[in-house]
T-cell receptor, first 113, second 112 residues
Framework: AQSVTQLDSQVPVFEEAPVELRCNYS??????LFWYVQYPNQGLQLLLK??????LVESINGFEAEFNKSQTSFHLRKPSVHISDTAEYFC???????????FGQGTTLQVKP | IAGITQAPTSQILAAGRRMTLRCTQD?????MYWYRQDLGLGLRLIHY???????GKGEVPDGYSVSRANTDDFPLTLASAVPSQTSVYFC???????????FGPGTRLTVL
């Protein structure tokens, strides 16, 4: 069975500081990995995904994540955060066959001025 | 419209009542999903449908039923609501084979 663990429930950080949101997964098969973002009182939006190829994937708003197969991790990073990045971030895994996603518990990123 | 719509936006419901949450997408996606979101638990899959006419059980299906009569609609029914079903419910859809899921705005349900 697949599972996802997000190691931090809350991450407070000051504006313009770097941030890393950690995600580890377990699976016995090849996986697809996702990061979704949820802004207050909204649904989830895809931030970035790893399907195959380059292990470093980037989003349009400066986030990046690196697939590390040996450490079964897919940590999300941003070198300089903005107030507008304040949101809930979810890591998710899919086995690519069923299309079903398994989500982590979520990490709340709180960017302070 | 473009995307996924859910109705109602929020609802307060007495325990024991029947309730149907509606979900409609206009992207012609084959697959659709229902999740519930609870604090500290992330999102958990309730039911899914890979194509019109078929449905399957997710991680937490008990107390819920779904139908998929056509491509666009995927209603979720609580036959007899209980307080533990108080949650925020999200519908999602996915084009066949891509795995990226697109989410609706959610329905906040409170069962008293």
């Amino acid at each position: 069975a697949q599972s996802v663990t997000q190691l931090d429930s809350q991450v407070p950080v000051f504006e313009e500081a770097p941030v890393e949101l950690r995600c580890n997964y377990s699976s016995s098969v090849s996986v697809y990995l996702f990061w979704y973002v949820q802004y207050p009182n909204q649904g989830l939006q895809l931030l970035l995904k790893y399907l195959s190829g380059s292990t470093l994937v980037e989003s349009i708003n400066g986030f990046e994540a690196e697939f590390n197969k040996s450490q079964t991790s897919f940590h999300l990073r941003k070198p300089s955060v903005h107030i507008s990045d304040t949101a809930e971030y979810f890591c998710a895994v899919s086995d690519g066959n069923t299309g079903k996603l398994i989500f982590g518990q979520g990490t709340t990123l709180q960017v302070k001025p | 419209i473009a995307g996924i719509t859910q109705a109602p936006t929020s609802q307060i419901l007495a325990a024991g009542r029947r309730m149907t949450l509606r979900c409609t997408q206009d992207m012609r996606h084959n697959a659709m999903y229902w999740y519930r979101q609870d604090l500290g638990l992330g999102l958990r899959l309730i039911h899914y449908s890979n194509t019109a006419g078929t449905t399957g059980k997710g991680e937490v299906p008990d107390g819920y039923s779904v139908s998929r009569a056509n491509t666009d609609d995927f209603p979720l029914t609580l036959a007899s609501a209980v307080p533990s079903q108080t949650s925020v419910y999200f519908c999602a859809s996915s084009p066949q084979g891509t795995d990226t899921q697109y989410f609706g705005p959610g329905t906040r349900l409170t069962v008293l």
